[in-house]
């Protein structure tokens, strides 16, 4: 494809993948909030949204719709500019961590090298955006929530990095395309075979990381109200909400990508393959939510500094040995 | 009318002069220096209050609860609108991060004068009021007031009426705790629990439905008897629904019980002393909780309850989950008595034919009656001065004393904490405010 | 150590039955009623207990049963039931005449009496705690707890009912049917 107007063809594919990009994400939004709802509502065995569209399929898009037209409220008090930055934070760095994730063998974004530490560098970003949610609301559960995720992310991103550096370590590359092309097709020649600790523990951070029950401590509901976006009203609110869901994908693409077998598949290897097994863990997720009450807050840092951080360790010294051997 | 306008016209003077603070006391007659301290360190964040902004927040609570914080510390007010406190509760906390330094609950929120509606009303027609007080366990409530002036008067009530109220109380017994169970996991961030539970009481709510006619605020007993008598169809339903919720338990176990994650969460928190129990006057499965086998069926017996079989479930850790362990465990004797009543229920009159009327007369005197309701010992003292309306009723809530303890044993707790100590107290506000 | 190994591990079996347990909430099918499609069926209807209405005569359908004694409201708890009696009819001047005549012959004279049926019977829902003190005391089983389940409004006003109108509605739209339960609006 030639790009029009003269533009590099980089820069073009970046644009498109871009445009792309912004499509997924809120389609994405769309559906995953529509399946957390169904998924619900079929554990509490009840029906779920039904009444917009068949199956209340047009629920979110009629959820979507009212946020849109709802008044934006700043609360007296608060800091005006930081207030109405901090969605924006929070949503930002969605597109830069989507941009090295290998969804199939040619689609990706932006082939690169350092990917994988690109997402992990932009994906703490996010953090911030709570931070200033919860200051800048001027109300004391936001700032609670704040606190609460500051102190979550800065101890779940440690052993997450471990967890991930176990891999890169094993193939000696952060390219995620080169993990993913690393792997066979069949299950038992993915990476969650050789790391299974490593997976789980994974998988335990991108909980924490993206505010998932049971770590759902910024915003738990019934102890902060609403936590850091207790204030934010409207789209603010649906801002953060898509990018929480938008940081799902994301980690749960990057666990595809790490740990099972990315596009592969017994047959047929493919964009599809990647995306059944993202939505997959996304369902494992909303799974886990609606089963487990929350941890406590010091409960959550224990798990991370007593437990995950040592086991992370280990796991990197005995990969490491085995790859020298 | 006149008295909107003027404030109208003050607002507006206020916006043009230069000293809000002067208008502001001048309006609601409050000092300005007072005014001036509540902008600096009221109502205001710990983020810095930009000088001129007025902060006209705090009632008389929060101002009086402020005077002993410190600069380090934040104050924190919890609800009456909160997803914790179930309905109107609103507590204070003085915070020193996410430790609870102080914390004092504030009542009232749904105080409806219960017990000044009794002196205006006969002893038949204070029986409605009875279902509201804790809608929960209604039935319990029922039974407190027609227990008491069954007393006052000498009133008879028939063998099958008393078995009835057992059955029909101790189910509503477990739908309480079942409810309970719910809404305990919801603050604790458990969302599924509640739909289970409330699967299973919905079953409870059909069966109560059949004699009472209604799913929540009972009025079914009445002096000397019950209104309507258990049909065929309702025994069948109880007969079916006991085994049932046995079967359903050890799911509630799987989920909840052995999860580890609620293991953590509650044990060792709210350590409630026996002592303290007792300074309170906590009773209920609070009590029981910290290891006394005190329970008003059998502490002071009355009805049928001597007759019947059943064990008192204690638990001597207390702490949360003793107090969750002594529910569920309550859950299942209540099952056992629900099965024998249901073999011993004989036949005969469900409401004595001389039962008194809705003008009836009370003899002088008075009277105290007690009877174990979910949340503990459900008391009403009763003084009559002969005429038709009581000249005096005092009802004994349990959730009273029981929220009590909160300000001593929430001290040094997480404020995730507080809000398991709530919930393992098994409040319902209404019958707190009364 | 080994021990605090072996409680995680249960403690994460333990989590695994948990998933397990919603996992089979999760297939079975839902227990839940879905309203306008379901409704609860009818026989768990019937023993509902919505508000207060009243009974027809068994020959006349559309006159209440009702003496207009008043019982019902005075021993009501929360007063949110209004009797007013029907006043003797006005004779006419041809019964004025053979009054007169009757009584100048001196013999007994029969005034034409008021009917024993109220001539307004109102209902304050709102106020109505559904205690049954009212069907309790009546004496001649004239009210009944309707089966009214699917009850909205806008406004107070659609709570106060007009318990005579609503029972002619009945007799109306049921023709010799009047003592069960009707369906529909007040």
Known sequence: MNPPFGIPPELFTILLALGLLAGFVGLNGLVLVYLERKVAGHIQRRPGPFEVGPHGILQPLA???????????????????????????????????????????????????????????????????????????????????????VAQSVAYEIPLLLAVLAIAFQFGSLNLSTIVSGQGAWPWQWNIMVQPVAFFIYFVCALAETNRAPFDLPEAESELTAGFHTEYSGMGFGIFFLAEYANMIVVCAVATALFLGGWNG?????????????????????????????????????LSWKWLLPLALINLLVTLVLVKI | ??????????????????????????????????????????????????????YLGGDFYTNHFEKGSSPDTMILNMGPQHPATHGVLRIIFELEGEYILRTEPVLGYLHRMHEK??????????????????????????WAWAG???????????????FIRVITCELNRISSHLLWWGAFLLDLGAFTPIMYGFDDRERILDILQRPTGSRLTYSYYRLGGVAADLDDTALDMIRDFVPYLRSRLPMYRDLVTDNMILRHRLEGVGHISVDMCRRYGATGPTLRGSGVAYDVRRAEPYSVYPELDFSIPTDHECDGMARYNVRMAEIEQSLNIIEQALDMLPTGEFWAKNAPKPKW??????????????????????????SAKPYRVKLRAPGFSNLSLLAEVARGTLLADAVAILGSLDLVIPEIDR | ????????????????????????????????????????????????????????????????????????????????????????????PEQTKAMEEAEARGEKVKKPTAPKDPARFTYDFSLCSLCGTCVESCPVDSLRFSTELYQAGFDRNDFHFDLLARLRGQAESRPGEASTPAQGGQ
């Open chain 1, 63 to 149: 959820d979507a719709l009212k946020l849109v037209g709802k008044q934006l409220i700043t609360p007296r008090g608060a800091d005006k500019w930081l207030f109405w930055t901090a969605p924006i934070i929070s949503f930002a760095p969605v597109f830069v961590l989507f941009l090295p994730i290998p969804f199939g063998p040619v689609l990706t974004a932006m082939e690169m090298d350092l990917g994988l530490l690109l997402i992990l560098a932009f994906a703490g970003i996010n953090v911030l955006a709570l931070c200033l949610a919860g200051w800048s609301s001027e109300n004391k559960w936001s700032l609670l929530g704040a606190a609460r995720a």
């Open chain 2, 117 to 142: 509606m009794g002196e205006e009303q006969t002893y038949y027609q204070y029986m409605p009021n009875m279902g509201r007080v804790d809608y929960l366990h209604a039935l319990a409530w029922n």
């Open chain 3, 1 to 92: 150590m080994i021990r605090e190994f072996g409680k995680a591990l249960q403690g994460l079996w333990s989590l695994a039955i948990g998933l397990g347990v919603t996992f089979r909430a999760f297939v079975r099918p839902q227990v839940t009623v879905h309203y306008p499609r379901a409704t609860v069926d009818d026989a768990n209807l019937r023993t509902y207990h919505g508000h207060v209405e009243l009974i027809g005569k068994d020959d006349a359908p559309e006159v209440p049963r009702c003496i207009s004694c008043g019982m019902c409201a005075m021993n009501c708890p929360s007063a949110c039931l209004a009797v007013v009696k029907q006043k003797a009819p006005k004779p006419t």
């Open chain 2, 148 to 162: 008491a002036v069954e007393k006052l008067g000498g009133i008879e009530v028939p063998r099958r009426a008393e």
């Open chain 2, 1 to 54: 009318m006149r008295q909107k306008y003027r404030i109208r016209l003050n607002v507006t003077t206020l916006q043009t002069l230069p000293q809000p603070e002067v208008c502001i006391a001048l309006l609601f007659e409050i000092a300005p220096n007072q005014i001036q301290r509540l902008s600096t360190q009221g109502l205001a964040m710990t983020s810095s209050v930009s000088p001129g902004r007025l």
């Open chain 1, 266 to 302: 017994p047959a047929a290897p493919g964009v599809w393959w990647f995306l059944v097994k993202v939505y997959l863990l996304l369902l494992v997720m909303m799974w886990f939510r609606w089963t487990y009450p929350r941890v406590r807050f010091d409960q959550l840092l224990n």
């Open chain 2, 361 to 386: 007369k009370a003899p002088k005197g008075e009277v105290v009656f007690a009877v174990e309701g979910a949340r503990g010992k459900i008391g009403v003292h009763l003084v009559s001065d002969g």
